[in-house]
Structures are given as structure tokens and as C-alpha cells.
């Protein structure tokens, strides 16, 4: 039973370039979720993704992050021209489409770890 | 949205059981209680979750006071792979708003000892 897959798991990007960072929900899972850990900060939310649908994306920085989940593949995580302050740990969760959110754990996966230089 | 205060760290020795608190003052009769963990360059893991009344499960036991305002995750018997970060985080059981989202706080950081 393969949990939730993030890939890569390290990314180095210099500033202006972009970054593209992958999720794959626990299979089955239709809700997604991206959080961001930055340098000895807590877990911040960012995005609630749901098939093809954005249903949340409160946490995200106005410009540069984007985020998709398609019908077909993992999510995405898009950064454009990057700069140093993105350089963070980003984790992505997924939850089971039946039961209510309150009531059901979230899976997470290992991270990436993006460094910009 | 109601609050959670942890300890920033403690300190175990292997083998002996631990006692995390939580006090959540301001919790709603419809907050669950959750606790999470973060084992250090990992994904946050999901440990328990409850109500009202204490759970189990094989990982740890959430201990609920009586009034809910604070509640103790208690690891049994602590090992070496029990270190780190774990936070408790209030979820509202009523469907909208945005009880999807987890809101961790800095946790507390707990250290075991050989």
C-alpha cells in the first residue's frame, strides 16, 4: 500500500527559475492538500485541492504558486521565478473522499525540500 | 478558531511512558481532538483523535478531561523512534467552513533518551 508519494524529495532551483514539485495521493484519496514548513516554522496551509477543482487556496501567496490536480496524474505544485524566501520543506496530505474532514486523519507525504540559490 | 498550548519540548527516557500535554481552554463542543507528529526530515504522521471520551489505538492513548479543555497523549513505553515534534490540533466536526484545514502550532519537541 503505497502512501502518499511526493517527488523530489530535494530540489535545488536558482532564483528566477521554476519549480515544479509532484504529488501522488493515497490511492483512492480524491482530497488533496498542500502545507509549506519554512526554516523553524511551523506547517503552514497553502491549497485544498479536489479532482480538477480548487476548493481552497487561502494559504497561497497571491503571485508565482500555482496548483493543480488533474483528473488523470498527481498534483502539482508550481513556483515561478523563484526566490530565496520560497527555500522550504513542502509537504502534500491526502484524505479519503468518504467521512467528514474533522473526523479523518490526513496522509502525509515525505516532503520536498526546496533550496534556492 | 480555538487554540492549543503545548509545552516547546520534554524529555523521556526510553522504555518509560510519557505524558504530552495540551490545554485548549477555548475549545467547541464540536472540536475533535487531534494529535500529530513530525519525526524529524519526515511528513507529519497522524497518531489519535477523539471527542469526549479517551481512545486508544496502538500507537498511543488520548487521555480528554472530563471539561475537554486540555487533554495528554500518553506514549506507553517510549522508544528511540518516538522522538519528535508532536502537535495537537483542534478539528470543528461541523461540515463546512474550512475543518479540512490543520492548523499546527510549534508543538512540542520531545527528546528520548537511551
Known amino acids: 500500500n503505497a502512501g502518499v508519494m511526493q517527488n523530489p524529495r530535494h530540489l535545488v532551483r536558482r532564483r528566477g527559475q521554476e519549480a515544479r514539485l509532484r504529488c501522488s495521493p493515497v490511492k483512492g484519496h480524491s482530497h488533496v492538500y498542500w502545507y509549506r514548513q519554512l526554516p523553524e516554522e511551523g506547517l503552514k496551509f497553502m491549497v485544498y485541492l479536489q479532482k480538477e477543482n480548487i476548493i481552497d487556496e487561502s494559504g497561497m501567496p497571491k503571485e508565482r504558486f500555482s496548483a493543480e490536480f488533474p483528473k488523470e496524474g498527481p498534483s502539482i505544485l508550481r513556483i515561478q521565478q523563484v526566490v530565496r524566501g520560497d527555500s522550504a520543506a513542502y509537504f502534500c496530505a491526502s484524505s479519503p473522499r468518504i467521512g467528514r474532514p474533522s473526523d479523518t486523519e490526513a496522509f502525509f507525504g515525505q516532503g520536498t525540500r526546496l533550496t534556492v540559490v | 478558531d480555538a487554540k492549543t498550548t503545548q509545552p516547546n519540548s520534554m524529555e523521556s527516557n526510553e522504555e518509560e511512558p510519557v505524558h504530552l500535554p495540551c490545554n485548549h481552554s477555548?475549545?467547541?463542543?464540536?472540536?475533535?481532538i487531534h494529535w500529530y507528529r513530525q519525526l524529524p526530515s519526515q511528513g507529519p504522521e497522524y497518531v489519535i483523535h477523539?471527542?469526549?471520551s479517551n481512545v486508544n489505538n496502538r500507537m498511543a492513548s488520548l487521555a480528554i478531561a472530563e471539561d475537554r479543555k486540555s487533554s495528554t497523549l500518553i506514549l506507553h513505553r517510549a522508544t528511540l523512534r518516538d522522538a519528535a515534534v508532536y502537535y495537537c490540533?483542534?478539528?470543528?466536526?461541523?461540515?463546512?467552513?474550512?475543518?479540512?484545514?490543520?492548523?499546527f502550532g510549534k508543538g512540542t519537541l520531545l527528546t528520548v533518551n537511551p
Open positions: 477555548t475549545i467547541s463542543g464540536t472540536d475533535y
Open positions: 477523539g471527542l469526549t
Open positions: 490540533i483542534l478539528r470543528d466536526v461541523k461540515s463546512g467552513g474550512s475543518n479540512y484545514k490543520l492548523t
